[in-house]
């Protein structure tokens, strides 16, 4: 087993451990998430005004946000392009607008998309050229 395979259990044993520890629930995650999703940017107030109108303690909204950003940052670290040392300056322009168009299938997220196409450059420089190819050769349309 790889080193990455093993930080990735350890990382989600971890998770577990703190979950229930504070008292975290699954209903509580997906609640926290959407409040970000449709709150962003909030301040302390906004996010005191969630716990207290659904009936949670503070500390653990809190632990269940910083749990998010820290999984986040995480995504936004690693992947290929950031183990190959490969950065935006080094794709195609053309090939990275492509694929940022195309990674929003998956994500409104700009950072996300961009993190996506970089990942998928990094390995193919014509990645999105090709899966172009591959889909007009397929009959997909977009």
């Not at 990382?11 to 209903?27: F, H, M, P």
């Not at 509580?28 to 962003?40: G, I, Y």
């Not at 929003?104 to 970089?118: C, F, K, M, Q, Y």
Request: aromatic share 8%; net charge negative; no cysteine.
């Amino acid at each position: 087993m790889n080193a990455d395979k093993l930080a990735s259990i350890a990382t989600r044993v971890a998770d577990e451990v703190l979950k229930e520890q504070l008292g975290i629930t699954s209903e509580m995650d997906d609640a926290v998430v959407e409040f970000l999703v449709s709150h962003p940017f909030p301040d302390d107030a906004d996010v005191h005004a969630f716990a207290e109108k659904r009936g949670y303690d503070t500390k653990q909204v809190e632990a269940v946000a910083y749990r998010l950003a820290t999984f986040f940052s995480q995504f936004m670290r690693d992947g290929r392009a950031n183990e190959k040392g490969f950065k935006r300056e080094d794709a195609d322009p053309e090939e990275l607008k492509a694929g940022i168009k195309i990674e929003h299938e998956h994500t409104p997220n700009p950072l996300v998309a961009e993190r996506i196409s970089l990942d998928h450059l990094a390995e193919i420089k014509s990645y999105y050229t090709r899966l172009k190819k591959m889909e007009s050769e397929a009959g997909i349309k977009e």
